[in-house]
């Protein structure tokens, strides 16, 4: 039987984990934030202001019968955001995002690639595994962050899919 | 076995606020002048709201400089408020 995999968002300096099937980009460091510290444009031409980064791993919530690696995670190759890049780092350890809440984030040192560069034939590959009868964390930190330029629309975002693929046994 | 794991993610973007129309500037507001200063907001078609520096008659009555006004007003193609 295959393992319970799920996606675990990571906030706070607990930090506290919240299993999502939606990662909203804001200016607070928060799981599901609804629409409170919505990302803010840029008044001026030239400027970026940034979404705090988001932190999130593939997780193990019930043990695979052999093991889970080779993950990769990907888009499908256009996120169509007007004015705003997606950008995706992986690091081994957790760093809680930082910036000013309601206004902007701090770049990110580890979000830094472009997500459209990332595609189903083309996956980041991202380290880490489990092995039975091991469960919780298979993957490193993935870190995503939005920039916002004064060109990006206001309103809400379209929803953009993103997958792990990883293999199982 | 090759599996894949599905999820989405999405954002509100929202105007940069300067201040409230009207509102009096505070020093924290306005980097490089003294407290007293006004908001002044520019009409249609869009909205604007600047900080224009306070010139005080002799009753310290805070007003606009009369060419301020009428260079936003040609600015914004619309009338002040």
């Not at chain 1, 988001?54 to 996120?79: E, Q, S």
Request: hydrophobic share 30%; charged share 15%; net charge negative.
């Amino acid at each position: 039987m295959s393992a319970t995999i799920s996606i675990q968002q990571v906030t706070g300096s607990g930090p506290t984990l919240t299993t999502i099937t939606n990662l909203r980009f804001n200016t607070d460091d928060t799981a599901n934030p609804g629409t409170s510290n919505p990302m803010i444009r840029p008044a001026n031409v030239g400027d970026i202001n940034r979404s705090y980064a988001k932190t999130i791993y593939l997780n193990a919530d019930t043990t695979p019968v052999g093991t889970i690696n080779n993950v990769k995670v990907f888009c499908d190759g256009a996120i169509g955001w007007t004015g705003c890049t997606l950008k995706i780092g992986t690091k081994g350890s957790y760093t809680q995002a930082a910036g000013t809440q309601g206004t902007t984030g701090t770049a990110s040192s580890v979000a830094t690639s472009n997500i459209e560069r990332y595609t189903s034939s083309a996956p980041k590959q991202v380290t880490g595994s489990i092995s039975n009868p091991n469960t919780g964390r298979i993957s490193d930190y993935i870190v995503m962050q939005v920039s916002i330029t004064s060109s990006a629309g206001v309103g809400t975002l379209n929803a953009e899919n993103l997958s792990f693929q990883y293999d199982e046994t | 076995m090759n599996t894949t794991a599905t999820f989405t993610v999405d954002g509100i973007i929202a105007e940069a606020q300067f201040a409230s129309p009207g509102g009096r500037v505070d020093e924290s507001d306005w980097l490089g002048h003294s407290t007293g200063g006004l908001w002044s907001k520019v009409g249609s078609p869009k909205s604007l709201y600047v900080a224009v520096s306070p010139i005080h008659d002799q009753d310290e009555t805070p007003r606009l400089v009369n060419k301020e006004l009428e260079l936003l007003d040609t600015f914004m193609g619309g009338s002040v408020e």
